[in-house]
């Protein structure tokens, strides 16, 4: 199982960007799906959060900014990146719980750079 990112890259603030995340390989079933963000010398930390059934959650700094979303037939989840300020940029990474046969495993994409210039 892998998850790839695309749609990273540098914006001015206010622009807008959009990531997608594919799952591809022996895949069960995608339980939660998710966007992190790791900043240089900061703690990777939740953006967004969209379980199965649709049920989201977002970071409360970015909250009104971003929207996550998912294609549960296509194995995919996109984040929606409005109004981008500077301190949003960091490395994104595309998160899942997948189970893969009977047992649920936690997955990571390679990671993406979203830059954002004053």
């Known amino acids: 199982v892998q998850l790839v990112e695309s749609g990273g890259g540098l914006v001015q603030a206010g622009g807008s960007l959009r990531l997608s995340c594919a799952a591809s390989?022996?895949?069960?079933?995608?339980?939660?799906m998710g966007w992190y963000r790791q900043a240089p010398g900061k703690q990777r930390e939740l953006v967004a959060g969209?379980?199965?059934?649709?049920?989201?959650n977002y970071a409360d700094s970015v909250k009104g900014r971003f929207t996550i979303s998912r294609d549960n037939a296509k194995n995919t989840v996109h984040l929606q990146m409005n109004s981008l300020k500077p301190e949003d940029t960091a490395v994104y990474y595309c998160?899942?719980?997948?189970?893969?046969?009977?047992?649920?495993?936690?997955?990571w994409g390679q990671g993406t750079q979203v830059t954002v210039s004053s």
């Open positions: 998160n899942a719980r997948i189970v893969t046969g009977l047992w649920e495993y936690v997955y």
């Open positions: 969209i379980t199965s059934g649709g049920s989201i």
């Open positions: 390989g022996s895949i069960s079933s995608i339980n939660t």
